[in-house]
């Protein structure tokens, strides 16, 4: 019996809590770039080229994110070029039926996954060199 009640005590004193962020404001992420999506409607006459799309989202329990991402946004949502704007100040971001105006707050923080594609190009790389360097050396 004394087990038990020490059992119990011992459960009910070790809590598992969850935490999830609550985000700042809604953002997008175009080329390093991080953009706070306000709510001003941009006009179908001032939308320029589609210059991106949201690629991953950030994770709501750790705040981390790379690529092309955005923490409100799914995966598809496309960016465009507001008229007589720099994309570097400024983007149009699809919200449903209308387009918001995403002006541009930081550079976002370094991660390795943002380069995966130039680390795998460089391993092929130095896969093919050292492949023709053994062969070449087998002629001598």
Do not use: C
């Not at 006459?45 to 210059?51: I, K, P, Q, T």
């Not at 996954?113 to 896969?127: C, E, F, K, T």
């Amino acid at each position: 019996m004394k087990r038990v009640v020490w059992m119990v005590a011992l459960l009910l004193s070790v809590s598992v809590s969850v935490h999830a962020m609550s985000w700042a404001y809604a953002f997008v992420v175009l080329d390093g770039r991080v953009y706070e999506v306000t709510d001003e409607v941009v006009a179908e006459a001032d939308l320029g080229e589609v210059v991106g799309e949201v690629e991953t989202l950030a994770d709501d329990m750790t705040g981390d994110y790379y690529g092309d991402a955005s923490n409100m946004y799914p995966i598809g949502t496309e960016y465009r070029q507001v008229d007589g704007e720099s994309v570097e100040d400024v983007l149009a971001v699809e919200d449903g039926t209308e387009w918001k105006r995403a002006k541009f707050v930081h550079e976002a923080p370094f991660d390795s996954r943002n380069h995966l594609d130039v680390i795998a190009y460089a391993a092929i790389g130095l896969g093919i060199a050292v492949f023709f360097g053994a062969r070449l050396r087998k002629q001598r």
